[in-house]
């Protein structure tokens, strides 16, 4: 990392790719494709929860005039899925399906009206089975399993953790809590529908272009089920009209378009409806959780047992992964001197749970933030006092074997309490005010990827040609967090030109290296330290080449502002293009590739490959907020969030990441929820699944902390997910201070506050929350060693 | 299709091609085009009939036509005279709903959370039909029947809307669980009209049809201090509350439960009531 | 249905539409018809701007106008505002503050704003967040999009350019 060099592009505020295009409403959204003799595709969907198909009859609709192809589920049999260990979908279903709205037919045809015409003749034949609704439903005996793969029943996964000796740690605590809590599912709602189109060349290669934060993964699966090599398969990523983890999976109707341009021999296009966007979900999972705490008097965690039972849906999409992740990121906080994890994932016949901002993290962070509270409260401490008290120190591990390299949570509380007042405001505020603080951890991309295997997650190629013109190619996916800005700042910076200079090429399976995705907030890491890599191997040759024509030290070259510079003895400099021209003169065509992989960190037992990152950002955020306490009705007044950042490559991106994730918090811990009855979703629309608008938000004032992670480049963290974290909690902390009635679920809604505070006039006890876990049997835990850094 | 710009042209091809859709703003009808549960065959517009637009006071009386959009609803002269309406209208969906939705169109959807509704209800408002041969009028109690019912006859539309002009204050207070583009949860309007003495209260979202709190109206009468200048009584505010709780029936959906409505509504009961005789509107 | 072929005057120019069905929303047709994808579909409800245009004087949410209804009005769309590559001061005030993430809600907010700075080129904060209360944005919290038209404003205050067809 160049420290002694004053940066010149990354850290400033420079334009962003892509931005101009989308100003002018030119920028090229998969439903903005059109291509000669389109057809378009829609799916018939399934109105069962659970049922088997017993017959499709796809007759009447395919003599419909206008109707060009047909499929059902026997022409796609062949199962996915995004993660090895549950390749439980099909594009169609065959033998049966498992939620509402899973597809069961899809038509092509000359016009979407047609083809809605034509699903509507289709007819199948259902059998229906009893359905399953809820963790509880899902624990219980069953005579049809959802997917017969569960480790028992309808249990997709069992997981079962211990660190450190939990007896010890109990005896040593000097307060022990039980608390549970509830996290309802919501969903990302991306104001871009899922939308593609495929096209089959005449020689057979097939082109998907598709809003997807995954081309590689989409490739993967497309490979697998069209059963087509996947050098004959190419996939672009078109501008993503916003993705936050909900278009990370490959889908049905990638693979059905697919087929259907095989099939028809034209291009085929589908877009969803906003209704289907609901039941894609792929989301966050509702998790009931039970945390038992041991406390010292000074506010140590000498002990914690937490217990997370999870609503998988219908589908295992990322479930596994987010189970472990409602287990690993407690950690690296506050030290836990001993750590137990028990989790559990339930099939329901419901739209699949997976990965939203924050994968299966807010959800723990939600009860162990709200859990603090009540404990600074029987201890009589302020709660930001009581995190400052003990938190991971850098360059430790935690118990559970994750490492903290730095960690700017400190000065990240500092700044937000003294920013908002909240040693004078808290519980001193008048009734109906109310402020409260939380904070949070979370990962720069994933340690493991996806698939086992060593090759690199991101990989970067570079051109740089006697123009002068600077071509970096990546798999990496822009979704509007600006990852294309990223990488022309980071080439820019290393070889002193202009971002706008350097022409980026992405997330095209054909032409760029792989990189695993959007997700995990990977990607300025990872392409950036590749990219990083790529660029010094081509610095090598520049100044090869003009140190040997200055005759000096290539050692004493420097780029700068455009020009080769000696920095040593006599000033000489070139222009960047004439430089090029003597390397490429002398080495032939220029290019280079840079890869990275992230350390292997973390433990050796099982599971031990979810949690582990290159470094962990961290955030925190007071919520001041004033409820009307005759309804309930509240307002978020302002936010004060701080975010370790690492460094920020382009702070108004990262603003705009704080910022969004805030929204989003927002939008999840004061109305958003994905709610279902008999498994048809409540409210499948824009009016009725509230978000946020201009009007419900509040003050909000950042500050991002730099830390300078030697893990990152330029010494970046993310900060597209962190900042989301601590919202909820801050906010729910904030309410009790208001008027004292403790909501331990989240949406935190004006009628629970309500209730809520009913109960607290008639002199009960004013939570509201769950009041039960339900009786299951974990499996004896994998017991793990203390790492040896780890807190004791 | 027919573009009228006359009432007779519309009300004629109404009569003409009796499965024809009335489109006026199109923020009801096209939202159930747009999702299939509705397929136009044939499409009379009235959004470009003159007679149809703007607002004429006749005296103390006040007639808005039909295609009024909400944004006009809200407009400063006609705030000035029917303002409860205009607060109503400042809260419907977003800029661009008001600019295209109207009054007429609020109307003939019935929806029980309609937003204009409560503040025609507690205004009594007369609704002005009419066809190619017939006019008709109809107090809005009588208009709205049912759940999104109404009593348009074949090859009616609405042409107007009577109303007083404001006598006194008026609240239109709603609960929300966002600040835009939201269907209440519950709301409730009052206009005072302090020539003949009385309070009226409309309840929106709180019962199938447009309800006034009728029992509460009564209970109040007597009690406000309409010569002199003293606030009415806190005993008296709760039994208000209390007597227009009563009076809704509220149901239980995803936008909350029929307690906390029904709770909800004797708030904003209380607070209008206090808004419109307490210290605010001195 | 099939309507007889009618014209639609759009970002000063008039369009001829022909076989279109009766029940097209003027978004559908400007998208599938007329070449202008630039207005964004999101939820064909009218609840979240993403297909804002202009009809007339006011913003109207594209997805909620009939198609053939809308004749003899002036329509004009996100890509009418700049003009001969010339990007307006809110577009550009866009680009400098960072209000762009996914893109996906920007043609609508830029045709409201557009509007709204028309009627007063100096906003309140509030009147700003009123006037772009029917646009939703699942990436920015809107506040850099408060902040770019912060800039747009003092830069409109300044020229007297006027960027709509």
């Known amino acids: ?792 | ?282 | 249905m099939i309507v007889d072929p009618y014209v639609l005057n759009v970002n000063g120019v008039d369009r001829r539409v022909v076989d279109g069905h009766i029940d097209e929303s003027l978004l559908w047709v400007l998208r599938e018809r007329l070449g202008l994808p630039g207005s964004k579909n999101a939820c064909e409800e009218g609840e979240c701007g993403s297909c804002t245009v202009r009809l007339d004087d006011e913003i109207v949410c594209s997805c909620l106008v009939l198609a053939a209804a809308a004749v003899d009005r002036r329509i004009a769309t996100i890509e009418s505002l700049s003009v001969d590559g010339d990007l307006s001061d809110v577009q550009q005030a866009f680009l400098e503050a960072g209000a762009v993430q996914c893109g996906f809600c920007t043609p609508g907010l830029l045709v409201a704003i557009d509007r709204l700075l028309e009627d007063d080129p100096d906003p309140e904060e509030l009147t700003v967040r009123e006037a772009i209360s029917g646009n939703l944005c699942r990436c920015t919290g809107y506040a850099k999009i408060i902040e770019a038209v912060g800039k747009a404003s003092s830069v409109s205050q300044t020229s007297i350019k006027s960027n709509h067809g």
């Open chain 1, 1 to 792: 990392m160049d420290d002694a060099k004053q940066l010149k592009v990354v850290g400033q505020t420079g334009a962003l790719v892509g931005s101009l295009s989308k100003v002018m409403g030119e920028s090229n959204y998969a439903d903005d494709l059109f291509l000669p003799r389109m057809l378009y595709c829609r799916i018939l969907r399934s109105t069962h929860p659970h049922a088997r198909i017993r017959s499709i009859d796809i007759g009447p609709a395919l003599k419909r005039k206008g109707v060009i192809a047909v499929i059902t589920g026997k022409d796609l049999p062949i199962p996915y899925g995004i993660l090895p260990v549950s390749q439980d979908e099909q594009a169609l279903c065959v033998e049966k399906v498992r939620m509402v709205g899973d597809p069961v037919a899809a038509v092509a045809a000359l016009d979407e009206e047609t083809a809605e015409v034509a699903l509507e003749e289709i007819r199948v034949d259902y059998e229906p089975f009893p359905s399953v609704m809820s963790v509880e439903e899902g624990l219980a005996e069953t005579e049809e399993q959802i997917h017969e793969y569960a480790d028992r029943g309808n249990i997709h996964k069992f997981v079962s953790l211990e660190f450190g000796n939990m007896e010890e740690g109990f005896s040593q605590a000097d307060h022990v809590r039980e608390d549970i809590f509830h996290y309802e599912g919501n969903t990302h709602m991306p104001m871009e529908q899922h939308a593609a189109v495929a096209k089959c060349g005449a020689d057979g290669r097939v082109t998907l272009w598709s809003s997807t934060q995954t081309p590689h993964y989409v490739h993967r699966a497309l490979s697998k089920v069209l059963e087509l090599p996947a050098s004959r398969i190419r996939v672009i990523a078109t501008p993503v009209g916003g993705g936050f983890g909900g278009k990370t999976d490959p889908f049905p109707h990638e693979i059905v378009i697919c087929k259907m341009a095989m099939l028809t021999g034209r291009p085929v296009k589908i877009t969803l409806t906003r209704e289907e966007v609901f039941y894609c979900h792929r989301g966050r999972h509702p998790v009931l959780m039970w945390v038992r705490t041991g406390m010292k008097q000074d506010g140590s965690i000498t002990a914690m047992h937490f217990r997370s039972y999870l609503d998988g849906g219908a589908y295992g999409s990322y479930g596994v992964a987010s189970t472990y992740y409602t287990g690993a990121l407690q950690t690296v906080t506050y030290p836990i001197a001993n750590y137990k994890f028990e989790g559990l994932r339930v099939f329901t016949n419901k739209p699949p749970c997976g990965p939203k901002r924050g994968h299966g993290t807010p959800q723990p962070r939600f009860a162990l933030e709200v859990q603090l509270d009540k404990f600074a409260e029987d201890l009589g401490l302020n709660p930001a006092e009581l995190r400052l008290r003990h938190l991971m120190q850098p360059n430790t591990q935690a118990i559970n074997h994750l490492t903290v390299t730095t960690i700017g949570l400190k000065e990240c509380i500092e700044k937000i309490t003294k920013a908002s007042g909240f040693e004078s405001k808290h519980r001193r505020l008048p009734e109906g005010r109310g402020i409260g603080i939380a904070c949070s951890a979370y990962l720069t991309g994933a340690g493991l990827p996806i698939y086992w295997n060593k090759m690199p997650h991101s990989g970067v190629q570079m051109k740089i040609d006697r123009g002068g013109g600077v071509t970096v190619f990546c798999g990496s996916t822009d979704i509007g967090q600006g990852s294309d800005s990223v990488l022309a700042a980071i080439v820019a910076e290393e070889l002193g030109i202009d971002p706008d200079h350097v022409i980026v090429v992405t997330a095209d399976t054909d032409l760029t290296p792989v990189d695993l995705g959007s997700y995990s907030s990977r990607v300025t890491l990872m392409t950036g330290n590749a990219t990083i890599e790529a660029v010094r191997t081509l610095k090598e040759k520049l100044f090869a080449a003009v140190a040997e024509v200055f005759q000096c030290d290539p050692e004493s070259l420097t780029l700068s502002e455009g020009q080769v510079v000696s920095m040593k003895g006599k000033k000489q400099e070139v222009p960047f293009t004439d430089a090029v021209q003597w390397a490429e003169a002398k080495f032939g065509t220029l290019g280079s590739v840079g890869s990275y992989t992230p350390p292997r960190r973390g433990g050796k037992f099982k599971g031990a490959g979810v949690g582990p990152s290159p470094n962990y950002s961290y955030s925190a955020c007071v919520a001041e907020v004033e409820c009307d306490q005759e309804t309930g009705i509240y307002r978020v007044l302002k936010l004060s969030l701080a975010h370790d950042v690492g460094r920020s490559i382009n702070p108004i991106q990262v603003m705009g990441q704080v910022e969004g994730s805030a929204y989003m918090g927002l939008g999840e811990v004061m109305m958003e929820e994905q709610v279902f009855r008999r498994g048809l979703h409540k409210i499948p629309s824009l009016l009725d699944y509230k978000s946020p608008t201009t009007l419900d938000m509040p003050e909000m004032e950042i500050f991002l902390i730099e830390t300078d992670d030697p893990n990152g480049p330029y010494g970046a963290k993310e900060a597209g997910q962190g900042p989301l974290l601590p919202i909820m909690p801050a906010v729910a902390n904030a309410i009790y201070d208001a008027v004292g009635v403790r909501i331990d679920e989240v949406p935190v809604l004006p009628e629970k506050i309500f209730k809520g505070l009913q109960k607290l006039k008639s002199g009960k006890s004013s939570r509201i929350g769950p009041a039960f876990i339900p009786e299951v049997e974990f499996p004896e835990p994998i017991r793990v060693e203390r790492p040896e850094t780890a807190p004791n």
């Open chain 2, 1 to 282: 299709m027919t573009i009228a710009t006359t009432l007779e042209e519309a009300c004629a091809a109404m009569a003409d091609t009796p499965e024809a859709a009335l489109l006026a703003g199109g923020t009801d009808l096209m939202v159930e085009v747009n999702h299939g549960h509705r397929s136009l065959t044939d499409v009379v517009t009235l959004d470009r009939i003159p007679e149809l637009d703007g607002w004429e006071r006749h005296g103390d009386s006040l007639r808005l036509r039909a295609g009024l959009t909400y944004a006009a609803m809200a407009d400063f002269d006609l705030a000035q005279l029917v303002p409860g309406l205009a607060q109503a209208a400042r809260t419907v969906g977003s800029p661009q709903i008001r600019n295209t939705g109207t009054l007429g169109g609020n109307l003939a959807t019935a929806s029980p959370a309609g937003d204009t509704i409560p503040v025609l209800a507690a205004l009594d408002a007369i609704v002005e039909l009419r066809s190619e041969h017939n006019r008709r009028e109809v107090p809005i109690a009588d208009f709205i029947t049912g759940v999104k019912r109404n009593d348009l006859r074949p090859g009616e539309l609405i042409e107007a809307v009577r109303v007083p002009v404001a006598d006194g204050p008026q609240e239109f207070l709603k609960v929300d669980t966002r600040n835009a583009m939201v269907i209440s949860v519950v709301s409730l309007a009052m206009v005072v009209d302090r020539a003949n003495r009385q309070v009226k209260v409309g309840l929106g979202a709180a019962a199938p049809v447009p309800r006034r709190a009728v029992d509460a109206e009564r209970f109040l009468g007597d009690l406000i201090d309409w010569d002199g200048d003293s606030l009415p009584e806190s005993e008296t505010v709760n039994q208000f509350g209390k007597l227009v709780m009563a009076a809704a029936s509220p149901i239980d959906d995803h936008r909350g439960s029929a307690s906390y409505r029904q709770h909800a509504i004797g708030v904003l009961a209380r607070r209008a009531l206090l808004r419109c005789f307490g210290e605010v509107s001195r």
